[in-house]
């Protein structure tokens, strides 16, 4: 990953409503969630929700597909691994500690 992709990536994840759409679609899996579930599971109107998707499919963190008259959004997992991947090992240069903070119950 180039560093202007993970900053693409952070930066379309770096406020509230984003982070709470991005822990549904995970929830989710590969079945996803229509835009206006999302927006409703969010407390926001459709067209914002929609504003808040369309900035994450840019960075490559989700993607959507059209199913009759609904758009449905999935979190992309792989694109999501590399992310992590990036700054576990480029970012923070395979830090023993940071890995060990990886395990869940096991951070400092």
Do not use: W
């Amino acid at each position: 990953m180039k560093e202007a992709d993970a900053l693409a990536a952070l930066s379309a994840i770096s406020s509230a409503p984003r982070l709470q759409i991005l822990k549904r679609l995970v929830a989710a899996g590969a079945a996803g969630l229509t835009a206006g579930d999302i927006a409703a599971a969010i407390g926001a109107t459709p067209s914002r929700a929609s504003f808040h998707l369309s900035t994450m499919a840019e960075a490559g963190l989700v993607s959507a597909t059209r199913q009759s008259r609904q758009i449905c959004y999935q979190v992309d997992f792989e694109a999501m691994g590399t992310l992590i991947r990036y700054l576990l090992e480029d970012c923070c240069g395979n830090n023993e500690t940071v890995r060990q903070c990886c395990q869940p119950g096991s951070c400092c």
